[in-house]
C-alpha cells in the first residue's frame, strides 16, 4: 500500500515571500503521478500542478514549482511571491498509472499567508 | 465548461435515517471517484467508476455505504442508518478516464464542492 505524509501540519509566511511545502510518499511503484491540491475554506480542492515520475524535469506553474526527488520519494512545493489568495490547506496525492482510481492523499498542510 | 456540482451543499440529518448525496462529473468524463474527508484530515477514498465496468468499492467503509452510477452521468452516494461518526464533508471527483488510453492528463481528477454531512 502506499502512503503520503506530510510533515507539517501547519505553516506561515509573509506575503511576497517564498515557503515550501514538503511531501514524501512511500512506494514500491515504478509508473506513478504525484499531484498538489489546494483547498480553501470554500472546500473547493483545486489541482495546483501535477507531475509524472517518468520525468525528470520537474513540473511548473507560474508561481508554483515542484521539486521531485524520486530516489528520495520526496515531492516538495514552492510557492514563489506568496499571495494572500494562497491561504488554504494543500495537500498531496499519489496515484498509481496501473491503478488511476485511487488516490492516496496526505493528511494536508495549512498553509497562512500573512500581509 | 461546467466543473463537478454536488447536492446539496450541507445536509443535516438525525443518527438512524438515510441520505443521498448527488454528483454530476464533468460532460465527456468517464471515472468517478467518491472521497470522504473528516474535519481537518486528508481525504478517504471511498468507491471508484469507470465506464460500464464493475466499480472499485474497496474503501467503502460499512455495508451501510453503497453508491450508483447511471451510465457515465450522474452517481449517488447513498448511506444508510447514519451514525455520528458519518460526518465529514464527501467529496466527489471525475476525470477523462481509462478510455483516453491512460496518462497524467486523462486520470487527474477534478474535484466538486462537497457536502458537508451532519449526523446528530
Known amino acids: 500500500a502506499q502512503t503520503v505524509t506530510q510533515s507539517q501540519p501547519e505553516m506561515s509566511v509573509q506575503e511576497a515571500e517564498t515557503v515550501t511545502l514538503s511531501c514524501t510518499y512511500d512506494t514500491s511503484e515504478n509508473n506513478y503521478y504525484l499531484f498538489w491540491y489546494k483547498q480553501p475554506p470554500s472546500r473547493q480542492m483545486i489541482l495546483v500542478i501535477r507531475q509524472e515520475a517518468y520525468k525528470q524535469q520537474n513540473a511548473t506553474e507560474n508561481r508554483f514549482s515542484v521539486n521531485f526527488q524520486k530516489a528520495a520519494k520526496s515531492f516538495s512545493l514552492k510557492i514563489s511571491d506568496s499571495q494572500l489568495g494562497d491561504t488554504a490547506m494543500y495537500f498531496c496525492a499519489f496515484m498509481k498509472r496501473s491503478n488511476a482510481g485511487k488516490s492516496t492523499f496526505g493528511d494536508g498542510t495549512t498553509l497562512t499567508v500573512k500581509p | 465548461g461546467a466543473g463537478v456540482s454536488q447536492s446539496p451543499s450541507n445536509k443535516v440529518t438525525e443518527k438512524g435515517k438515510d441520505v443521498e448525496l448527488r454528483c454530476d462529473p464533468i460532460?465527456?468524463?468517464?471515472?468517478l471517484y467518491w472521497y470522504r474527508q473528516r474535519l481537518g484530515q486528508g481525504l478517504e477514498f471511498l468507491i471508484y467508476f469507470q465506464g460500464n465496468s464493475a466499480p472499485d468499492k474497496s474503501g467503502l467503509p460499512s455495508d451501510r455505504f453503497s453508491a450508483e452510477r447511471t451510465g457515465e452521468s450522474v452517481s449517488t452516494l447513498t448511506i444508510q442508518r447514519t451514525q455520528q461518526e458519518d460526518s465529514a464533508v464527501y467529496l466527489c471527483a471525475s476525470s477523462l478516464g481509462r478510455s483516453g488510453g491512460g496518462s497524467v492528463r486523462t486520470d487527474t481528477q477534478y474535484f466538486g464542492p462537497g457536502t458537508r454531512l451532519t449526523v446528530l
Open positions: 460532460s465527456g468524463h468517464t471515472a
